[in-house]
């Protein structure tokens, strides 16, 4: 079984950084891509970014991009966000997920198998 879990959160003001982390157990395939999503208040859940294990190939969304960096120590199985110059519009809870023996980085929270309970990132302006 896969457990996840999320620490790091905080609360912050507008061009912060925070670091989010997310130790993972259970994981025993090398072709598995990790996740970033966040969901805010009233919104549907959103893709961040994720990262393969085995290539690190990365992804991200468009606003957060030149801002957050996704990162995985493979040995120690932990998943990091580097967050910088945090906005007000990133306030959500962040969640961390994994996806399973596949090749291709998805977007879509559907596709994700295992998920952690969340953390929650306010930013105030």
């Known amino acids: 079984q896969v457990y996840l879990v999320e620490s790091g959160g905080g609360m912050v003001q507008a061009g912060s950084s925070l670091k989010l982390a997310c130790t993972a157990s259970g994981l025993t395939f090398r072709d598995d891509v990790m996740a970033w999503f966040r969901q805010a208040p009233g919104k549907e859940r959103e893709f961040v970014s994720a990262?393969?294990?085995?290539?690190?190939?990365?992804d991200y969304t468009t606003s957060v991009k030149g801002r957050f960096a996704i990162s995985m120590d493979n040995a120690k199985n932990i998943l990091y966000l580097q967050m910088n110059d945090l906005q007000p519009e990133d306030t959500a809870v962040y969640y961390c997920?994994?996806?399973?023996?596949?090749?291709?980085?998805?977007?879509?929270?559907?596709?994700?198998?295992?998920w952690g309970p969340g953390t929650q990132v306010t930013v105030s302006s």
């Open positions: 997920a994994v996806r399973q023996t596949t090749q291709v980085i998805f977007r879509d929270s559907d596709r994700y198998d295992y």
């Open positions: 990262i393969r294990k085995n290539t690190f190939e990365e």
